[in-house]
C-alpha cells in the first residue's frame, strides 16, 4: 500500500509575508530560507496527522481489493476520485467507472460492492485509485490550529537552523505543536 504525490499544492497554508511577520524579520536575506521552512513545516504536519492542507492530487496503489468493501484512503480530507485501474497480468490496465465508488469524504473511507470491481490480474500493485485531497485551494481553508502549528515550527526552525557540535539536542518539534495537531490526527488501522 504505497501512495505517490501527482501534483503537489499550488500554495502554502502560510505565506512568506504571514510567515516574516511572525518571526519579525524584516530584511528579505533569508527568504528563501523561510519559504522551505514553511514547506517543510507543512510537510511535517501533513505527515503527523496523514492529511493532505491544500488540494494536492495523490495516486493510491494497492495490492488487492478488501474484503469488506471498503478502502482507507490517505491522506483525508478526500475531494474526489479522479481515476481508477487495475492492471491486468499482461500489463495493460482496464479503467474503472469511479460512479462504482461512493465516498465518505471527511472520514476519506471509499465503499464499493466488491462483485462490481474487477480483480487485478497483478499480485503487487495491481490497483491505481488517483484521488484529489485537502482542505480546499486557498491558506484559509486550512484550521487555524494546524496553521498555527505551521508558525511555531517555522519559528522554532528558524531560530535553531544552526546547530553547534557539543551543544544539547534541540528538540525537532517545540512544545506545543503535537497538542494543535492532535485533533487532526487520522489514525492507521
Given at each position: 500500500m504505497s501512495s505517490i504525490l501527482l501534483s503537489a499544492p499550488a500554495v502554502?497554508?502560510?505565506t512568506l509575508d504571514e510567515a516574516k511577520a511572525y518571526l519579525r524579520v524584516e530584511h528579505d536575506d533569508d527568504d528563501l530560507t523561510i519559504a522551505a521552512l514553511i514547506a517543510g513545516s507543512r510537510i511535517h504536519v501533513e505527515t503527523?496527522?496523514?492529511?493532505?492542507?491544500?488540494?494536492?492530487?495523490?495516486?493510491?496503489?494497492?495490492?488487492?481489493?478488501?474484503?469488506?468493501?471498503?478502502l482507507f484512503l490517505s491522506p483525508s480530507p478526500l475531494q474526489e476520485i479522479l481515476a481508477a485501474r487495475v492492471y491486468e497480468s499482461d500489463g495493460s490496465t482496464l479503467d474503472i467507472?469511479?460512479?462504482?465508488?461512493?465516498?465518505?469524504?471527511?472520514?476519506a473511507v471509499v465503499a464499493f460492492a466488491p462483485w462490481a470491481v474487477p480483480?487485478?490480474?497483478?499480485?503487487?500493485?495491481?490497483?491505481?485509485?488517483?484521488?484529489?485531497?485537502?482542505?480546499?485551494?486557498?491558506?484559509?481553508?486550512?484550521?487555524?490550529?494546524?496553521?498555527?502549528?505551521?508558525?511555531?515550527?517555522?519559528?522554532?526552525?528558524?531560530?535553531?537552523?544552526?546547530?553547534?557540535?557539543?551543544?544539547?539536542?534541540?528538540?525537532?518539534?517545540?512544545?506545543?505543536?503535537?497538542?494543535?495537531?492532535?485533533?487532526?490526527?487520522?489514525?492507521?488501522?
Open positions: 502554502e497554508p502560510l503527523q496527522t496523514r492529511r493532505a492542507l491544500i488540494t494536492q492530487t495523490w495516486r493510491l496503489i494497492r495490492d488487492s481489493w478488501p474484503a469488506g468493501g471498503k467507472d469511479v460512479q462504482a465508488f461512493v465516498a465518505d469524504k471527511p472520514g480483480l487485478p490480474g497483478r499480485v503487487v500493485g495491481g490497483i491505481e485509485i488517483d484521488v484529489r485531497a485537502g482542505y480546499g485551494d486557498t491558506a484559509a481553508a486550512v484550521p487555524e490550529p494546524l496553521r498555527q502549528a505551521i508558525r511555531l515550527l517555522v519559528a522554532h526552525w528558524y531560530e535553531n537552523r544552526s546547530a553547534r557540535a557539543g551543544a544539547l539536542p534541540i528538540a525537532v518539534t517545540p512544545a506545543g505543536v503535537g497538542a494543535l495537531i492532535a485533533p487532526y490526527r487520522v489514525q492507521s488501522l
